[in-house]
């Protein structure tokens, strides 16, 4: 009996949806599960909506949220130009760019005098 009420309670546990992190903060910027640093784009305007579509998106991919993702405090989800979730920091979308090539790269910063690296 004991033995089936362990294996119960485990595999009760393992329905519980996963909890990821919300971006987190490094020297400084936020960054990814990863460590890459994120971005943003000054020409985001519409509240909840990523302005970065087309070629942008390729060079800027959206900091993408998976499905059992949660918001809270400062971190939300905005809908990213190719429909799906995408972070974002006090309302801000978040970016990666595809030039960063390793952990704490900040190629993106200042770029066109749009892109910045998100800080909290």
Not at 30 to 43: C, P, S
Not at 92 to 117: E, I, S, V
Request: charged fraction near 25%; include cysteine; aromatic fraction near 10%.
């Amino acid at each position: 009996m004991k033995k089936n009420l362990f294996l119960l309670l485990g595999c009760a546990t393992l329905a519980l949806p996963a909890l990821a992190e919300a971006p987190k903060t490094v020297n400084g910027m936020l960054v990814d599960e990863a460590g890459r640093t994120l971005y943003t784009f000054d020409k985001d305007t519409v509240p909840g909506k990523s302005a970065c579509e087309g070629g942008c998106a390729a060079n800027w991919p959206a900091a993408q949220a998976d499905s059992y993702d949660k918001a809270a405090g400062d971190w939300s989800f905005v809908t990213g130009a190719d429909g799906k979730r995408q972070w974002a920091y006090k309302g801000h979308p978040l970016y990666r760019f595809a030039m960063d090539k390793k952990p704490g790269d900040t190629t993106g910063d200042g770029k066109g005098g749009m892109w910045h690296t998100a800080k909290p």
